[in-house]
């Protein structure tokens, strides 16, 4: 290979990867200021609590495998009867990266849950599990909600950030 042509292939490898940095920056979404206690204020505001009660850093590994002391914080609203399906999490990740981890994690939780309710045993609890649950990446947060008001929460959320 003579040098013009390394040096053209050497350009646009750059280029290619320039283009893929700035895509994957740019692609993980904003990064928010907000304190984590606003963000919790506002989606607490929008879901009915009495059957959640809020779950520290041991409750956070065991059901979700996560280590609390890996992230900027987190907010876990566990439920209080294990038939009670609803649960909240927010994860403010310490970096950007962390999010697929935190959201797989997060899957899978929801993915246990709804296998306890699916052979019928709890309807009601597979539904709420099934149609009124999200989780979203927006940023340094991660947020699992299982609510009947699921919509409005997530609404709330990102309106918050």
């Known amino acids: 290979m003579n040098k013009t042509t390394f040096f053209a292939v050497g350009r646009w490898v750059a280029i290619l990867a320039a283009v893929i940095f700035l895509i994957?920056?740019?692609?993980?979404?904003?990064?928010?200021?907000?304190?984590?206690e606003a963000v919790e204020k506002a989606v607490?505001?929008?879901?009915?609590?009495?059957?959640l009660e809020g779950s520290d850093a041991q409750i956070l590994h065991r059901d979700y495998g996560l280590s609390a002391n890996d992230y900027d914080g987190f907010v876990l609203y566990s439920p209080k009867d294990f038939m009670d399906p609803e649960e909240i999490l927010i994860v403010k990740l310490a970096d950007t990266n962390q999010a697929e981890q935190v959201a797989s994690a997060m899957q899978k939780r929801l993915?246990?849950?709804?296998?306890v309710f699916d052979n019928g045993y709890g309807?009601?609890?597979y539904d709420l599990l099934t149609k009124h649950s999200v989780i979203r990446t927006e940023g340094n947060y991660v947020l699992l909600l299982v609510s009947e008001n699921a919509e409005s929460a997530l609404k709330a959320f990102l309106k918050a950030l």
Do not use: M, N, Y
């Open 24 to 36: 994957c920056t740019f692609s993980s979404g904003k990064i928010s200021k907000t304190p984590l």
């Open 44 to 51: 607490l505001g929008k879901v009915d609590t009495t059957h």
């Open 111 to 115: 993915d246990e849950r709804t296998a």
């Open 123 to 125: 309807p009601a609890q």
